[in-house]
């Protein structure tokens, strides 16, 4: 990789959408006005870092194990696996890990549509530090307007300190920590659930925010291998993708590289104006899928925040039925890929 590419963390120079790719749309729901919130913190968002509230009456129904015995990873599998076919799905989740509610519902979601999932702990026990939404994100009729000037001035505050938080987290966790980890959980994955490896002729894999970054790397060369430059000199370096599909939604920390490196069927689930993942690097990835005849599909939801599509409660009925749009998305492109 190199030295500094240039990452997904900044406004997007313009918001101009390209022609239409294998699958683009740019106004699922055109009706919904809410608009993407201000400037993300440490080049992430507290869609990403703090968990929404979980969907009333439902618990997790997965089990918290460790493979290698150091790697917390929840495991979810179909009701009827395995005396009925599944696939593998690695899922990755956004900066508030394995041990979220919510992260853990949306693996129980892919088991039950067939998928014997594997979500691992990318952070070793380090997840992003808590940050709290605000009105505007939580899809509430708050406004600025109705907090005093003090109260402004201490919010201001406190969102610098966390921004730093999440700077010196973030700091933490690079694809020189990261890409190991899950390695080793593919390792793992591919003995323990063999049959479901071979169900599917690959590992497949979903990814959210912070996650949805590995999976493109996943679906690339794989120039992040430690031992490549040993096995490249004697000529046996297997650069091939780590997975048969991948499925993405707002991706963080997205460089040029990840985009152009990609070599599986994609499917990516966008957000308008995202300042995580600006659209002058989604477009130079598209052009890159266009061009190498990848298969993939990008649909960009407007009016919905960073990280609507992981599983959490909202108020506003539009990214509701945007959450449920892009689980259909993701899902559908893992079915048939």
């Known amino acids: 990789m190199s030295s500094s590419p240039p990452l997904?963390?900044?406004?997007?120079?313009?918001?101009?959408?390209?022609?239409?790719?294998?699958?683009?749309?740019?106004?699922?729901?055109?009706?919904?006005?809410?608009?993407?919130?201000?400037?993300?913190?440490?080049?992430?968002?507290?869609h990403c870092t703090t968990d929404r509230p979980s969907?009333?009456?439902?618990t997790?129904?997965?089990?918290?194990?460790?493979?290698?015995?150091?790697?917390?990873?929840?495991?979810?599998?179909?009701?009827?696996?395995?005396?009925?076919?599944?696939?593998?799905?690695?899922l990755l989740t956004p900066g508030t890990g394995v041990k979220s509610t919510n992260n853990q519902l949306q693996a129980d979601r892919y088991a039950g549509e067939g998928f014997v999932v594997v979500m691992p702990d990318q952070f070793g026990g380090d997840p992003a530090p808590n940050t709290t939404a605000s009105a505007a994100e939580s899809g509430s009729n708050g406004s600025e307007e109705n907090v005093s000037l003090i109260e402004q001035v201490k919010l201001r505050a406190a969102e610098t300190a966390k921004s730093f938080?999440?700077?010196?987290?973030?700091?933490?966790?690079?694809?020189?920590?990261?890409?190991?980890?899950?390695?080793?959980?593919?390792?793992?994955?591919?003995?323990e659930f063999a049959?479901?490896?071979?169900?599917?002729?690959?590992?497949?894999?979903?990814?959210?925010?912070?996650?949805?970054?590995?999976?493109?790397?996943?679906?690339?060369?794989?120039?992040?291998?430690?031992?490549?430059?040993?096995?490249?000199?004697?000529?046996?370096?297997?650069?091939?993708?780590?997975?048969?599909?991948?499925?993405?939604a707002h991706a963080t920390l997205v460089t040029r590289e990840d985009m152009t490196a990609i070599e599986a069927p994609v499917s990516m689930v966008c957000v308008e104006n995202d300042q995580l993942f600006p659209e002058d690097i989604l477009k130079e990835g598209r052009k890159h899928l266009q061009d190498q005849?990848?298969?993939?599909?990008?649909?960009?939801?407007?009016?919905?925040?960073?990280?609507?599509?992981?599983?959490?409660?909202?108020?506003?009925?539009?990214?509701?039925?945007?959450?449920?749009?892009a689980f259909e998305?993701?899902?559908?492109?893992?079915k048939t890929h």
């Not at 969907?55 to 439902?58: D, G, Y």
């Not at 999440?166 to 959980?185: C, G, S």
């Not at 298969?295 to 925040?305: A, N």
């Open 165 to 191: 938080m999440i700077d010196m987290w973030l700091a933490r966790h690079t694809p020189e920590k990261v890409v190991p980890i899950l390695h080793k959980v593919l390792e793992s994955a591919k003995d």
């Open 293 to 325: 005849n990848i298969d993939h599909e990008i649909k960009t939801y407007p009016g919905v925040p960073h990280g609507f599509a992981v599983v959490g409660e909202y108020e506003n009925p539009k990214i509701k039925d945007a959450q449920t749009a």
């Open 55 to 58: 969907p009333s009456s439902q």
């Open 60 to 90: 997790p129904t997965g089990e918290l194990t460790k493979f290698n015995d150091d790697i917390d990873v929840y495991i979810s599998k179909p009701a009827d696996y395995p005396h009925s076919p599944s696939k593998l799905l690695l």
């Open 329 to 334: 998305q993701m899902l559908s492109w893992l």
């Open 8 to 46: 997904a963390t900044k406004t997007p120079e313009s918001d101009a959408q390209e022609p239409a790719t294998t699958t683009i749309s740019t106004s699922v729901f055109p009706q919904d006005s809410l608009a993407q919130s201000g400037p993300s913190m440490g080049g992430m968002d507290a």
């Open 195 to 248: 049959d479901a490896v071979a169900n599917g002729g690959g590992v497949y894999a979903a990814g959210y925010c912070f996650g949805g970054k590995y999976v493109m790397m996943l679906a690339g060369k794989q120039q992040g291998s430690e031992t490549e430059g040993k096995d490249e000199e004697a000529g046996k370096t297997d650069r091939r993708p780590l997975i048969k599909a991948g499925a993405i």
